[in-house]
Nanobody
Framework: QVQLVESGGGLMQAGGSLRLSCAAS????????MGWFRQAPGKERELVAT????????SYADSVKGRFTISRDNAKNTVYLQMNSLKPEDTAVYYC?????????WGQGTQVTVSS
């Protein structure tokens, strides 16, 4: 069992930056691929970024490429999402996900609101 707790969300003006954190419980954090997803009101949840177990491979949604950076610190059981040049369309609840094989865990989400 893995528990995920996101933090770092808030209200930001367009063009600003935020860094989200996702702290994981347990001693097997490095066994999991990690991802950030988001869900805006009235829309389906969508992939934002993923990072492999030891951080050697990352992927991004086209909408955030060049603006967002995913990283992880396995010693701290934490994954981060650095968000720069924020846009109003980035407004959403952001969720952290840990997954490997049949195991799939989600955090409770953190709200990010970007004003124009």
């Amino acid at each position: 069992q893995v528990q995920l707790v996101e933090s770092g969300g808030g209200l930001m003006q367009a063009g600003g930056s935020l860094r989200l954190s996702c702290a994981a419980s347990g001693r097997t954090f490095s066994s999991y691929n990690m991802g950030w997803f988001r869900q805006a009101p009235g829309k389906e949840r969508e992939l934002v970024a993923t990072i492999s177990r030891i951080g050697g491979s990352t992927s991004y949604a086209d909408s955030v490429k060049g603006r967002f950076t995913i990283s992880r610190d396995n010693a701290k059981n934490t994954v981060y999402l650095q968000m720069n040049s924020l846009k109003p369309e980035d407004t959403a609840v952001y969720y952290c996900r840990a997954y490997t094989g049949p195991y799939d865990y989600w955090g409770q989400g953190t709200q990010v609101t970007v004003s124009s």
